[in-house]
């Protein structure tokens, strides 16, 4: 049985495919398996990864495109390890990321998930560090997080192509939610660190990319299935900083839905938001007008692409 499942979810990446791949297979630790689960692309993307002859990788196809969420669900179910991995089909992990991973469950056995740092990647000519809600951690440490919901009420401390988890956490907390086409990943995130501590390691492991095809953009946002975060409100009870968490991720989706024109989505949000749970910027922009808002998107767009990143956390 191999040590790890590397579950990799493809559709129309065939810009991408073949350098994910890569990355796997020059890992310094190869006790793993790769399991690709082809959405249906209309693309050269399976044919790319057909073209990866190892024994390693198995390719399963779904009749019918299913989402993101299934096919992460697909792959899980198939995997044999009991450590399972997420690479997006677009993203890379530096040749040392499953080495990493292996220390951590060593340090720390009992973690149900176990995290590293990433990059964002937009173009050959920018890669930006992530900025990160991580008092007391040193570079290159690793510990378990005290609370995964402070921590992330900045950026994400890690992204789905840098994380490992336990599949007994799945079995207790259940799979990804095929019903949600957009923030998936918080729905999860919420059910698992609830009940799960997060071994991290604060290093860059991975590649994340940003700018690629299939990617989220306002003028479809109106077409998207969110989670509803009101369901979440009793673990807010028991543990505060769950509540923080959901509304730093309220803000961002009313913020998403207001520049899309979204009035009704916007304001539900919005009123359902604790704003003492904001920073100070985020309470203007909340309240802004659109052209305003889409303004600051711009000049933050600008900074972007000369390596500044502009942020609205603090």
């Known amino acids: 049985m191999p040590f790890f499942s590397i ?9 991408f495919v073949e350098n994910t791949l890569k990355s796997i297979l020059s890992q310094s630790f190869s006790d793993y398996e790769i399991i690709i689960i082809d959405d249906c692309s209309t693309d050269g993307s399976l044919a790319i990864a057909k073209k990866f002859e190892d024994e390693k990788i198995r390719i399963i196809k779904h009749s019918i495109n299913k989402g993101l969420s299934a096919s992460r669900n697909t792959g899980i179910e198939h995997a044999k390890a009991d450590y399972i991995a997420f690479l997006d089909a677009d993203d890379l992990w530096k040749p040392f990321f499953l080495e990493k991973i292996s220390e951590l469950i060593q340090k720390f056995p009992n973690a149900g998930m176990y995290g590293t740092d990433y990059e964002e990647f937009y ?34 401390i890690f992204c789905f192509s840098s994380v490992v988890i336990k599949k007994e956490v799945f ?9 949600i086409t ?7 995130n919420i059910r698992a660190n609830f009940e799960y501590p997060l071994a991290y390691y604060n290093g860059v492991c991975a590649r994340y990319t940003i700018f690629s095809e299939n990617q989220i953009t306002n003028s479809n946002i109106n077409t998207k299935t969110i989670t509803d975060f009101n369901k979440y409100e009793i673990l807010a009870k028991k543990k505060p900083s769950v509540k923080q968490y959901l509304d730093v991720n309220r803000y961002f989706l009313a913020m998403d839905y207001k520049v899309a024109g979204n009035k009704s989505v ?9 704003q003492n749970n904001l920073s100070k910027k985020q309470v203007v922009l909340l309240k802004a007008p659109i052209l305003f808002v889409k303004w600051v998107r711009k000049i933050k767009q600008l900074f972007l692409q000369k390596g500044v990143r502009l942020t609205s956390f603090s």
């Open 7 to 15: 579950v990799i979810p493809l559709y129309n990446k065939e810009t």
């Open 123 to 156: 173009s050959e000519d920018l890669v930006l560090d992530t900025q990160k809600n991580l008092e007391g951690f040193k570079k290159n440490e690793m510990k378990i997080v005290d609370d995964f919901f402070i921590s992330n009420s900045h950026q994400l």
């Open 182 to 188: 957009l923030g998936e990943d918080v729905d999860f």
């Open 266 to 274: 916007y304001r539900k949000m919005a009123s359902e938001i604790d």
């Open 171 to 179: 079995k207790a907390v259940g799979l990804f939610d095929e019903s």
